[in-house]
């Protein structure tokens, strides 16, 4: 079911801390978003998952960050209407619905710094090439990993 979506002023922006998927996951910025997510939950979820993010890093040490809500659809191209078929309130209910962010509140949201390797199901659902380069990716990942545990 779908969320409602957040009051018409603004959005309440807080990192959404998970200690696993924090150390084991993807960077928001990083290449494995654009190769193997972006696919999953659409162009316009991942360009707001990277803003929010890039937001929340510009943010340092402070803990929320609270976003004009129709400033915040425009500058991502996605209009300003606000309503619940509105293009922003369909990517925030995607990047809830795919686990990325979290409803802490009416008008606040969490969201994570980091994403999990994709599902099993959802990896399966790809182009085969994306399936290929995938299974590449973790073993390059795999053997960073072990380089870097190597040199401690």
């Given at each position: 079911?779908?969320?409602?979506?957040?009051?018409?002023?603004?959005?309440?922006?807080?990192?959404?801390?998970?200690?696993?998927?924090?150390?084991r996951g993807y960077p928001a910025d990083?290449?494995?978003?654009?190769?193997?997510?972006?696919?999953?939950?659409?162009?316009?979820?991942?360009v707001l998952f990277?803003?929010?993010?890039?937001?929340?890093?510009?943010?340092?040490?402070?803990?929320?960050?609270?976003?004009?809500?129709?400033?915040?659809?425009?500058?991502?191209?996605?209009?300003?209407?606000?309503?619940?078929?509105?293009?922003?309130?369909?990517?925030?209910?995607?990047?809830?619905?795919?686990?990325?962010?979290?409803?802490?509140?009416?008008?606040?949201?969490?969201?994570?710094?980091?994403?999990?390797?994709?599902?099993?199901?959802?990896?399966?659902?790809?182009?085969?090439?994306?399936?290929?380069?995938?299974?590449?990716?973790?073993?390059?990942?795999?053997?960073?990993?072990?380089?870097?545990?190597?040199?401690?």
């Amino acid at each position: 079911m779908s969320q409602p979506p957040p009051p018409t002023d603004t959005l309440q922006i807080t990192p959404w801390v998970d200690p696993v998927v924090d150390e084991r996951g993807y960077p928001a910025d990083s290449l494995y978003v654009d190769l193997f997510w972006l696919p999953v939950i659409g162009p316009s979820a991942t360009v707001l998952f990277r803003r929010l993010n890039l937001h929340m890093r510009m943010l340092g040490d402070v803990e929320s960050r609270e976003l004009g809500f129709e400033v915040l659809s425009g500058s991502l191209g996605l209009g300003r209407g606000v309503n619940r078929n509105a293009p922003l309130p369909r990517a925030i209910d995607r990047c809830i619905r795919f686990g990325l962010g979290k409803r802490t509140g009416p008008d606040s949201l969490a969201v994570r710094r980091f994403v999990s390797p994709i599902s099993a199901h959802h990896l399966s659902g790809l182009p085969h090439v994306l399936q290929e380069l995938h299974a590449i990716y973790l073993d390059e990942s795999t053997a960073h990993s072990q380089r870097s545990l190597d040199r401690v």
